[in-house]
């Protein structure tokens, strides 16, 4: 029995197949992909030489024991339904979807169920993979996708309930990350000093870069970076006061409504799935 299937060879599934083959957690053969795109086949064949693919979601199921699914949410009750006869009391389902809730994979599908919350930081395999096992998921299964996906990212387990809060810690911050820094340089080409554009980003994205390994490597926290850059009365903490006020407003006004959108979003999903 092969290891790993995935199916819905998209943005988010070939990201994983192309970072997870690159840690070497996993040999292209030990795998099988299945897509709705007959072309794409031979391109992923092309890409990583002897992994297995498919055009029959049934066959992924079949011949592997772990299964990601890496459909868009309003297509995993078709998936599951399809795949039902081929899935096993021991496949362990591995969602990416998340307003897909656990509950209803684990009914629909009568597997064992991972949610997964990946980010595209794991491109630079980096960043954080959240993690929600069901009960059923063994000691012995749990490591396994724990440690496949710790070749891709740092990992951490949390309650279903606190996943949304995380992805916008995860998942969505390198959008965030970059709207922040786009405003930051759009504000430096308001000023008029004659930098351009390129070179404001150049000085932003390396200075992000050898902050974030300050963070990492040296494990600095916030605090201690600011106090080692802000001395008292100079330029870095005028900056740091005028963030201080205006900043936390932004941020609950963000949380404020990505949190409304996702419920919106998981109302529609459930009601697109006849869960209500
Ligand atoms: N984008 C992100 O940053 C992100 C982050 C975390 C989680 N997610 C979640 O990841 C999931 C996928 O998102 P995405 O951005 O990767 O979407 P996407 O690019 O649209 O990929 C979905 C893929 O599913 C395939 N597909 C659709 N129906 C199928 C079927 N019946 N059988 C087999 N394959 C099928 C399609 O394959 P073909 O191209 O072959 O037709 C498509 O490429 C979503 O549930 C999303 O919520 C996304």
Known sequence: MLKVGLIGYGSMGSMLVASLIRS??????EMIV???TKSKLQDIKNLWGRINVTEDNCEAVREAKY???CVKPLQVKEVL????????????????AGSVPMKFIEEVSGAKVTKLTPSLTSEAMDGISLVCHSDSVSEEERQFIET??????????????????AAELTSCMPGFIAAIFRNLTDSAMRQGS?????????????TLYGTAKLFVEKSMGFDEMIERVATKGGITEEGVKVFDEMLPGVFDEMFRRTLAKRRIVKEKVESGLGMK
Do not use: C, H, Q, W
């Open 67 to 69: 299964i990601f699914i």
């Open 34 to 36: 299945s897509t709705r």
């Open 24 to 29: 070497g957690r996993i040999k292209p053969e």
């Open 148 to 165: 496949l996906l710790g070749g891709i990212s740092t990992v951490k387990t949390v309650r279903e309930e606190g996943l949304e809060l």
């Open 81 to 96: 339904l399809e795949a039902k006869p081929y899935i096993t009391p021991d496949t362990n389902i591995i969602s990416i």
């Open 194 to 206: 004659g930098i351009t554009r390129e070179d404001a980003e150049e000085m932003i994205i390396r």
